[in-house]
T-cell receptor, first 116, second 113 residues
Framework: EPEVTQTPSHQVTQMGQEVILRCVPISNHLYFYWYRQILGQKVEFLVSFYNNEISEKSEIFDDQFSVERPDGSNFTLKIRSTKLEDSAMYFC??????????????FGSGTRLTVV | QKEVEQNSGPLSVPEGAIASLNCTYSDRGSQSFFWYRQYSGKSPELIMSIYSNGDKEDGRFTAQLNKASQYVSLLIRDSQPSDSATYLCAVSPGYSSASKIIFGSGTRLSIRP
């Protein structure tokens, strides 16, 4: 079964440092997403990405965040200057083009980001 | 603010019984509806999607949608201990394939032997 792959599984960083979270979506998928889940809270939308540009972003996705698809396979989330409140599990997801919005996403296994 | 509401639980159901999970949503224009299962410390896993009023069955799972009441439910028949998890209701408010999914906070389900 095709998978969304995320690396690293756990990242510890010092406050103020930059981090890059990496994702390899399913190869024939066209739509890519980042979500986060703070411990004990709901899964929150950050950003959607299609055709090499951001389709939509939430109010959480401020100037400290950026996304990139540097080649045909990777999809990255960069946090420029991490804050304590950025500590969360970050999930990458992808969706195929067929069927439109009626098809759910496939999520990666997540990166647990801990800011100290 | 578009919301998806779920009872947080925990919902305790005996093994072999039917578990019933419910969800309401605020955006009447929502198009697609999903149920995800999330084990502790793991990522959400898609169980069912539904976009037409009525029932949709897949194995032991049945999703029910009532757009007039803005209500989605998930029934799990013959509940097994492995069904113990948090069940996330999710709604796609948009028409395009790039549309985000908005998640509820989840209902914790516990299947007791």
């Amino acid at each position: 079964e095709p998978e969304v792959t995320q690396t690293p599984s756990h990242q510890v960083t010092q406050m103020g440092q930059e981090v890059i979270l990496r994702c390899v979506p399913i190869s024939n998928h066209l739509y890519f997403y980042w979500y986060r889940q703070i411990l004990g809270q709901k899964v929150e939308f950050l950003v959607s990405f299609y055709n090499n540009e951001i389709s939509e972003k939430s109010e959480i996705f401020d100037d400290q965040f950026s996304v990139e698809r540097p080649d045909g396979s990777n999809f990255t989330l960069k946090i420029r200057s991490t804050k304590l409140e950025d500590s969360a599990m970050y999930f990458c997801a992808s969706r195929g083009g067929q069927g439109g919005p009626n098809y759910g996403y496939t999520f990666g296994s997540g990166t647990r980001l801990t800011v100290v | 603010q578009k919301e998806v509401e779920q009872n947080s639980g925990p919902l305790s159901v005996p093994e072999g019984a039917i578990a019933s999970l419910n969800c309401t949503y605020s955006d009447r224009g929502s198009q697609s509806f999903f149920w995800y299962r999330q084990y502790s410390g793991k990522s959400p896993e898609l169980i069912m999607s539904i976009y037409s009023n009525g029932d949709k069955e897949d194995g032991r799972f049945t999703a029910q949608l009532n757009k007039a009441s803005q209500y989605v439910s998930l029934l799990i028949r013959d509940s097994q201990p492995s069904d113990s998890a948090t069940y996330l209701c999710a709604v796609s408010p948009g028409y395009s394939s790039a549309s985000k999914i908005i998640f509820g906070s989840g209902t914790r389900l516990s299947i007791r032997p």
